[in-house]
């Protein structure tokens, strides 16, 4: 057995069922969805982000810009409260957005769950002092807190449901008053089990329980927004679709607090006057890591759209338009790529290298730091130029990555074409298929 035949069972044998295992985990799942939900409050939340700080520098002399500039300023508090309202308090929506999704996996009643849920956060994350809520706690800096008091809360009330401890009343009673009563013993168990834990931290440390678990997951942020960290994260997420597992669902799932964290502190910086710092966002995975979807695969589309395969050039047609929107499951299955092993190296290669020349190009001011969150399926260049405040540079690196990834398949490509020539060449004419017929 060759190195490749003994790399190709490895992840056959040992990655895809440890994966499988993953990527159906209900937890897992649930976050995954739960982020999904609340995504378009935060893309139009981190929108309205740009009005209030646009790309232009306070020395422009340009006319449309010094115009921006000075309306901007002058409705800034305005126009941030949509922002405040959505990005600014998106742990609220992934709170109740995690604890519903996980609720109807265990056949919960969904919405009652997602409010407990919502209960338990603001309970230990905005506790009212002077007549005031704190909102510190509500947006980016919420986030791990938002997961466990939603996946607690939730398995908090299937425990108490699966054990029938509750408020028993007779049949008779209406179904919606006796839902309401069914929900009263969750409460007072969240209630009991959440504010003492807060209090305690509020008084042994003088912070908000949401600011102690942010310091306690403070190194693993820093080693996630790292080169390394990064590498490895495509690495295992390529591994996962060699195998053909949806490796980019089970890694985005699991980065995705990372991720909207990271994002949060820029946004945070940018409105403090602040230094951005923070790199890892789900924009620079899409738009410089991943470009035209897993494999950063547009580049090899383009390769497609010339072979000399009727195949290949067939699969580049109509992977195109779809490429374009990070959609490349018909360029991974079609061509196929998925345990190919001639394209095994540029596959797990490409994206690497996109990483490396992105972060490189960030981390020596470059371009600048991610701010918006912004839809998955907008085309690299457009979707990358977003989330950097419509900072179009940044579309050149995108333009440069797409040749670089297209210069790293082609070697492979050319031996696949290759092969799949001297098949077609093998194959009769259908016109040869007919006179037999006949």
Not at 88 to 97: C, F, K, L, N, R
Not at 198 to 227: H, N, T
Not at 341 to 346: A, Q, S, V, W
Not at 359 to 368: D, G, I, R, S
Request: aromatic content about 12%; proline content about 7%; overall charge neutral.
């Amino acid at each position: 057995m060759n190195i490749s035949q003994s790399l190709f069972s490895f992840i056959e044998n040992r990655i895809s069922p440890v994966a499988g295992k993953i990527s159906s985990q209900r937890h897992i799942m649930a976050i995954r969805d739960g982020f999904i939900a609340a995504m378009p409050f935060m893309i139009v939340g981190s929108f309205l982000l740009v009005f209030v700080y646009p790309p232009f520098s306070a020395e422009s002399s340009w006319g449309f810009a010094r115009s921006w500039l000075a309306l901007s300023g002058k409705y800034e508090s305005q126009i941030l409260t949509p922002f405040n309202m959505t990005m600014g308090i998106m742990s609220i929506y992934i709170t109740a957005a995690i604890a519903y999704n996980l609720a109807r996996r265990y056949q919960l009643d969904p919405f009652m769950t997602a409010m407990l849920a919502l209960m338990g956060f603001l309970l230990v994350s905005a506790p009212q002092a002077n007549g005031n809520m704190p909102t510190v706690a509500l947006g980016g800096v919420g986030i791990f807190t938002a997961v466990i008091v939603a996946i607690y809360v939730t398995e908090l009330t299937r425990f108490l449901k699966h054990h029938n401890i509750g408020i028993r009343l007779p049949p008779q009673v209406p179904a919606n008053i006796k839902q309401s009563f069914d929900l009263l013993i969750p409460i007072l168990a969240v209630i009991i089990t959440l504010y003492p834990i807060s209090m305690g931290v509020q008084a042994l440390f003088d912070q908000l329980l949401p600011q102690a678990i942010m310091a306690l997951f403070q190194p693993l942020i820093s080693a996630a927004d790292s080169l390394p960290a990064i590498l490895l994260a495509v690495l295992i997420c390529h591994l996962l679709w060699f195998a053909g597992i949806h490796g980019s669902a089970i890694v985005s799932g699991m980065l995705q607090a990372f991720w909207l964290t990271n994002l949060g502190l820029n946004q945070t910086d940018l409105a403090a006057g602040l230094p951005l710092t923070h790199i890892m966002t789900e924009a620079f995975w899409n738009f410089l890591i991943v470009i035209g979807g897993s494999g950063a695969t547009f580049g090899l589309v383009l390769l497609f759209l010339r072979s000399k395969s009727v195949h290949l050039r067939a699969m580049g047609k109509l992977s195109l338009v779809p490429s374009m929107f990070n959609i490349n499951e018909p360029v991974i299955f079609g061509t196929p790529i998925v345990m190919n092993p001639t394209f095994f190296i540029p596959f797990i290669l490409s994206p690497m290298i996109n990483a490396v020349v992105a972060y490189t190009a960030v981390t020596t001011n470059l371009l600048p730091h991610m701010i918006s969150l912004v839809p998955w399926t907008s085309p690299a260049p457009i979707g990358a130029a977003w989330a950097m405040g419509w900072d179009f540079r940044v579309t050149v690196l995108v333009l440069l990555l797409m040749a670089l990834s297209a210069l790293i398949y082609y070697p492979f490509f050319k031996v696949y074409e290759k092969q799949l020539l001297a098949q077609e060449r093998a194959k009769p004419a259908p016109e040869d298929d007919e006179a037999i017929v006949w």
